[in-house]
């Protein structure tokens, strides 16, 4: 911006200089001219008095005759009125002439062969010249002052946003001198009290519903321990330990929400990558069987393959859960890592996502299905709390891909989904 900036005004300020100096030049060689011509039209007054005065005495007209009336640095023409011209000096190369009728003797024309004309003029021009270049030194210096003092604002006005977008809810309260530049500062610095005020609220609302569902579920885990310690059943101990895996993992999502995440003391709890998809596939294989479909998966990454699991499982979950409620057939979970990129597919036989909700699929309060909409826009914004992405890559059916590492180039990520994998109908959460 600075650089158009620039090149605008420069260019403006050049184009004023090269106008009012081609128009000093024309006004000083017109005006310089006009002065000649009055000087000439004296000279040949004063001529036409002594060419009368001749003429009455004695009647003969000569060239030596003439060459006595000659005003110095003049040449002289004349014209009698029989037709006889007579010259006297050397016109040749001289300035501006100026013509008259004398009455009674003939047309006399008055050359002014001085040449002070023309070096008086070149000596102006020069000295306009040079102020001219003056003028554009000066314009380029205040054009690039200006452009600094336009975009240096706008400059920090964007590294200010940048710092929003990353989280840092610092005021600049830098102003600029400019009306404009500094109302949009205002209105950033009033903008980052109002979304540091809302963040805030949030936070708290979270903590008090953290700090809320903590007293149940430690109850309930007390209960599910005392029934997977069941003397008498094996069925209730299983499904007892089960669910307690759950409540444990869903006390470890209330614990994340009481530690602010943004603190460089927050804890993250990693594990390999398969072993979350396995809890997932233990957890939601009693929905499936319940509803007659088939789950499986095939991991493909080494075992030695580090995630972070709260994360990662709540975005395994919710694509499972979304292709349990609005899916249909076979749901497969496939996990890949041909080379540093990481991904995971989750696809079924269902009829897919409709082309009018796909492109909105990951909004909130978006659905297809009748659904909260909330599923997959919670799934995106875990996915993208651990440098991921969920992308729909298949319509007809439903395909997902959940990068781990955000990556969604096809030469670095694999093959295109199968068909008949995945693609386009009602099947949002």
Known sequence: MQRRILRATLGLSLSMVALMTLAMVWGDWAGRTASVQRHLAAESDHVAMQLHDLDHSSGAMTEAALAGLLPADHAMTLTTESGITLSVGD???????????????????????????????????????????????????????????????????????????????????????????????ESMDASVVRVAALLAEERRTAVDASHQLKTPLTALSLRLEELAEWPDDGAVRDEARKALDQVERLSQVVDDLLVDRRSPNSRRVTMPLHLVIEQQLAEWQPAFDAADRELSATIDVPAATEVDAGPVGQVLAALIENSLLHGSGKTTIEAHRPDTATWIEVYDQGDGISDAV????????????????????????????????????????????????GREDPAAVGPEPKQGAHADADHVG
Do not use: C
Request: hydrophobic letters at 45%.
């Open 91 to 185: 016109p040749a190369g001289g300035g501006p002439t100026f013509e008259r009728t004398v009455g009674g003797v003939g047309v006399l024309a008055l050359t002014d062969t001085s040449g002070s004309l023309d070096r008086t003029h070149w000596t102006a021009t020069l000295a306009i010249y040079s102020l001219g270049l003056l003028l554009i030194v000066v314009a380029a210096v205040v054009s690039m002052r200006t452009s600094r003092r336009l975009t240096q604002p706008i400059n920090d006005l964007a590294d200010h946003a940048e710092r929003l977008g990353s989280g840092d809810l610092r005021t600049s309260n830098v102003r600029y001198g400019i009306p404009e530049l500094d109302r949009l500062a």
């Open 358 to 405: 796909a492109p909105r699929v990951f909004e909130r309060d978006v659905s297809g299905a009748g659904g909260t909409g909330l599923g997959l826009a919670a799934a995106q914004d875990a996915a993208v709390s651990v440098g991921g992405r969920i992308a729909l890559v298949g319509r007809r059916p439903a395909h997902f891909r959940f990068f781990l590492d």
